[in-house]
């Protein structure tokens, strides 16, 4: 609009010109005093501010011509992006998903310093995460993905629905998204604390990893999961856990993060075929390895690997000088089979948590990592023992805070919470976005 309204006071102001400039030459031509210098004067200051005029009315056409041809690309990358769609999935949902904002590109931009590289949290095989500053002054991630096949489009924008629907305080809240851009940008909120991958293996002796708050982020993921299995509106498998997907606020409480390759399944399904295994090696669970099967009972699996890297403060895949790279479960199975799960147990472990309830933990992460997926625990489960384990430690007034900050559908989790028999033993802040997946389906 106000590229228009210049070009028309340029074309106005021209014409005035023209129009004064015939009058003048008039003028001076009547009367016979008028000088040559005069004359040429005149000529030259008004050839000078044509020709000005002329290259301000240039820019303002090149402007506008820019910003449409800006505009119809934001236009196509929308349509493009699944945005029909998602306006159409929004509108059917009867504004549960309205909460998620659709942002514009030149929003982000702002948000991010131009996407300036100091902004980078973090990087992984499916794009860069940035840390932004909203207008309103909050501070995001936003989650750049890398460009997707067209195939995987309508799946993302589903999947942005239903993630946009997840409410739990133990998961990454996703605030929004931006189609005007050749790929899709997630907007998440911040979680200040860095990931729990960086306070196992790169710790910080401000704030070391108590043996308390090991159970408190394992007490946060559990029911997390167990929402996403069971109590949410549609069944979610993320496919992912591992301690670079768990972000931890500052309180140190953990969020599960980063629903990059996360599949949602229907009520009757119990499982997910993929036609390509997909996953990170050492969290990988090897029952879908084989099958090509996923089950919630395959993020049980992954947890597990968490809780026992929480023991022992060791990486998923171990380097030893005399075997190479070895799996940290295979490891500490060896250990746990001859009873010496405390010659490996991480020394603040040792030292601040009691034996029975550390051997209590271990024995959980054994069964999560049982290698029949049926004899696994649910999450729902796993949860309640890590919630007997957490309560000893839990002062009274985090207790009842707890207790308080539980949404209804939690609540109704536990109410109608049922044990399985067939489960019964026999530094800097970073954003983490699937730093190693091991390969890509269509699933």
């Not at 949902?93 to 980078?120: C, H, P, Q, W």
């Not at 989650?143 to 629907?165: C, D, G, H, R």
């Not at 043996?211 to 029911?223: H, T």
């Not at 959980?364 to 049982?370: H, K």
């Amino acid at each position: 609009m106000v590229v228009e309204l210049t070009i028309w006071v340029c074309l106005w102001i021209t014409a005035s010109i023209s129009k004064a400039t015939a009058q003048f030459l008039s003028e001076a031509t009547d009367k016979p005093t008028a000088t040559a210098s005069c004359f040429s004067i005149g000529i030259v200051i008004v050839i000078a501010a044509t020709l000005i005029l002329l290259l301000l009315l240039g820019f303002c056409i090149y402007k506008m011509i820019k910003k449409r041809r800006e505009n119809r690309i934001k236009a196509k990358f929308f349509q493009q992006n699944g945005g029909l769609l998602l306006k159409q999935q929004m509108s059917s949902s009867g504004g549960i998903v309205d909460k998620t904002r659709i942002f514009t590109s030149k929003e982000l931009e702002m948000a991010t310093d131009y996407y300036n590289k100091d902004r980078i949290l973090g990087k992984g095989g499916q794009g860069t995460v940035y840390k932004g500053m909203l207008i309103d002054g909050r501070i995001v991630a936003i989650k750049k993905s890398k460009l997707m096949e067209e195939s995987q489009l309508e799946q993302f924008i589903n999947e942005l629905v239903i993630l946009s629907n997840i409410n739990h305080r133990n998961i990454v809240k996703l605030l929004g998204c931006c189609l005007e851009t050749e790929v899709p940008l997630l907007v998440y909120e911040f979680i200040p604390n860095g990931t729990l991958f960086q306070h196992i293996h790169d710790p910080i002796e401000e704030f070391p990893l108590t043996w308390e708050k090991r159970v408190q982020i394992c007490i946060d993921v559990a029911p997390a999961l167990a929402y996403l299995h069971s109590a949410s509106s549609i069944p979610i498998y993320h496919r992912d856990i591992k301690s670079s997907n768990i972000l931890l606020d500052n309180r140190f409480r953990a969020k599960v993060s980063d629903f990059g390759i996360s599949r949602s399944i229907t009520i009757e399904q119990t499982h997910l075929t993929a036609t390509i295994v997909r996953g990170t090696f050492g969290y990988l669970d090897p029952e879908y390895f084989q099958s090509h099967r996923f089950t919630d009972k395959s993020d049980v699996y992954s947890f597990g690997v968490v809780v026992v890297e929480l023991l022992t403060g060791q990486r998923a895949i171990r380097l030893t000088e005399s075997e190479g790279n070895i799996s940290l479960v295979s490891w500490f199975f060896s250990y746990m089979e001859k009873s010496r799960l405390f010659d490996i147990v991480d020394g603040r472990v040792l030292m601040e948590g009691k034996k029975k309830d550390i051997l209590v933990v271990a024995n959980l992460a054994r069964r999560c990592l049982n290698l029949d997926g049926k004899r696994r625990p649910t999450m729902k489960e796993a949860a309640k023992e890590l919630e007997a384990v957490g309560a000893s430690y839990m002062p009274p007034f985090e207790k009842n805070l707890q207790q308080n900050e539980q949404s209804p559908t939690e609540i109704a989790e536990i109410l109608t919470y049922t044990p399985s028999t067939s489960s019964m033993p026999g530094r800097s802040t970073s954003f983490s976005i699937d730093v190693h997946p091991l390969l890509y389906d269509t699933a």
